[in-house]
């Protein structure tokens, strides 16, 4: 079973920055995406998407976001990260990692534990 352990996060100001982190843990094989998400505090935000990489290091962004974001993973540390530059207030939310893949032939889709950007002077 894979589990997610999310670490970073936290109150920086407007134009700053932060990188999270993302560990997983557990049976992890062959072909995987890992990715980010978000879910800003208001009561009809759904959580969006924001960046992907695959286990062949192939990433996606959020159009909206790109040039900001930077996913990458460190592979022989099985974790994630996200470096998030020239924040804004609009940026404030809850973060959460992704992990999807297979494993014996059973499809699976975990997300971390979610953690707090707060983007404010």
């Known amino acids: 079973q894979v589990q997610l352990v999310q670490s970073g996060g936290g109150l920086v100001q407007p134009g700053g920055s932060l990188r999270l982190s993302c560990t997983a843990s557990?049976?992890?094989?062959?072909?995987?995406?890992m990715g980010w998400y978000r879910q800003a505090p208001a009561p009809d935000k759904e959580r969006e998407l924001v960046a992907t990489i695959s286990s062949g290091d192939d990433t996606y962004y959020s159009d909206s976001l790109k040039g900001r974001f930077t996913i990458s993973r460190d592979h022989a540390k099985n974790t994630l990260y996200l470096q998030m530059n020239s924040l804004k207030p609009e940026d404030t939310a809850i973060y959460y990692c992704?992990?999807?893949?297979?494993?014996?032939?059973?499809?699976?889709?975990?997300w971390g534990q979610g953690t707090q950007v707060t983007v404010s002077s």
């Open positions: 992704s992990m999807s893949g297979t494993v014996n032939s059973l499809e699976y889709f975990v």
């Open positions: 557990g049976t992890i094989f062959g072909y995987n995406v």
